[in-house]
C-alpha cells in the first residue's frame, strides 16, 4: 500500500499549485482521504478532507475559499487546487487516507511521503 503525493513546488504569493496524491497496491474509494501540512519547526495540521462514500469536503479555515480538495476514485487519486498562495502556507504537505475523516492527523493510518510547498512573498 503506498500514497505519491506530487506538485509541490516554488511559487510567488498569489500563484497557484495542484498536488496529486496516487494510491497503489489497494483501493482507496472508499475511504476518507485528507492533505495535512508540516511548517518548519510547528506540528503537523489539518488542510482539507475528503469523504469516501459522499465525497463531502472540509477545510481548515486558513485555507478555506482557496484550496480545494477533489478525487478521481477511477485512477484512485486525490489532489488539492491551492490559490492565491500565501508565504505561510509555505509547508510540507502530506496526504493520508483513513476509513473516516477525522481533523487530528494522528487518527489517519496510510501517509504519502510529504511534497514541498514553498510560497515566496
Known amino acids: 500500500v503506498q500514497l505519491q503525493a506530487s506538485g509541490g513546488g516554488s511559487v510567488q504569493a498569489g500563484g497557484s499549485l495542484r498536488l496529486s496524491c496516487a494510491a497503489s497496491?489497494?483501493?482507496?474509494?472508499?475511504?476518507?482521504r485528507g492533505w495535512f501540512r508540516q511548517a518548519p519547526g510547528k506540528e503537523r495540521e489539518f488542510v482539507a478532507t475528503?469523504?469516501?462514500?459522499?465525497?463531502?469536503?472540509r477545510y481548515a479555515d486558513s485555507v478555506k475559499g482557496r484550496f480545494t480538495i477533489s478525487k478521481d476514485n477511477a485512477e484512485n487519486t486525490v489532489y488539492l487546487q491551492m490559490n492565491s498562495l500565501k508565504p505561510e502556507d509555505t509547508a510540507v504537505y502530506y496526504c493520508?487516507?483513513?476509513?473516516?475523516?477525522?481533523?487530528?492527523?494522528?487518527?489517519?493510518?496510510?501517509w504519502g511521503q510529504g511534497t514541498l510547498v514553498t510560497v515566496s512573498s
Open positions: 497496491g489497494r483501493t482507496f474509494s472508499n475511504y476518507a
Open positions: 475528503i469523504s469516501g462514500k459522499f465525497g463531502g469536503t
Open positions: 493520508a487516507a483513513e476509513a473516516i475523516v477525522y481533523t487530528d492527523y494522528r487518527r489517519w493510518s496510510y
